[in-house]
């Protein structure tokens, strides 16, 4: 069965540069989320979409924009990168917001040096 | 605010043996799911479990079963017959329904050892 696809996989900047990940949710999902996890940390939200609308949005720092694309993909663009933006970032799909339950990708790990 | 509490960093048990993972909640609502989420060396985060709280019968899935209850906030993971490939990270997590975050536990290490 399709799942949700991200990428990069892995990623490495320098600070103050900008990334983009990419995220294709599972087929007729319609829901999209974003959580950041630190080293040895757990997932924190970061913000989710439904029907292309941001519907949520939790410790998302100024420095960070997402969207959902009219193919239901979204993307997280990072800018002004900082050491402490190293982490692993999951993208997560949903057919029914909020029904809670969420399938994530692979994850991609950024490294900013 | 909401907030998941898994009181037990590490665990690690035999192989076959059960073993029984500890989560307990706070919320101020009455209707939420709750899960538990599996992240092995991988890191993908994987759905082991699911419960809706208006469901009074405890979930199950093969090996996999959570004792919950709902007065005292607790929603604890059992696993039985445990393999080694259960080795991973499992993350209690809650969403209130209706809302959009998903928020998750600080996570248990599990160790399943020959």
């Known amino acids: 069965a399709a799942g949700v696809i991200q990428s990069p996989r892995h990623l490495i900047k320098e600070k103050r540069e900008t990334a983009t990940l990419k995220c294709y949710p599972i087929p007729r999902h319609d829901t999209v989320y974003w959580y950041q996890q630190g080293p040895g940390q757990d997932p924190q939200f970061l913000i989710s979409f439904y029907e292309k609308m941001q519907s949520d949005k939790g410790s998302i720092p100024d420095r960070f924009s997402a969207q959902q694309f009219s193919d239901y993909h979204s993307e997280l663009n990072m800018s002004s990168l900082e050491l402490g933006d190293s982490a692993l970032y999951f993208c997560?799909?949903?057919?029914?917001?909020?029904?809670?339950?969420?399938?994530f990708g692979e994850g991609s790990r950024l490294t900013v040096l | 605010a909401q907030t998941v509490t898994q009181s037990q960093p590490e665990m690690s048990v035999q192989e076959a043996e059960t073993v029984t993972l500890s989560c307990t909640y706070d919320t101020s609502e009455n209707n939420y799911y709750l899960f538990w989420y599996k992240q092995p060396p991988s890191r993908q985060m994987i759905l082991v479990i699911r419960q809706e709280a208006y469901k009074q019968q405890n979930a199950t899935e093969n090996r996999f079963s959570v004792n919950f209850q709902k007065a005292a906030k607790s929603f604890s993971l059992k696993i039985s017959d445990s393999q080694l490939g259960d080795t991973a990270m499992y993350f209690c997590?809650?969403?209130?329904?209706?809302?959009?975050?998903?928020?998750f536990g600080q996570g248990t290490r599990l160790t399943i050892n020959p």
């Open positions: 997590a809650f969403i209130i329904q209706g809302a959009q975050k998903l928020v």
């Open positions: 997560a799909s949903s057919l029914v917001p909020s029904s809670g339950e969420l399938f």
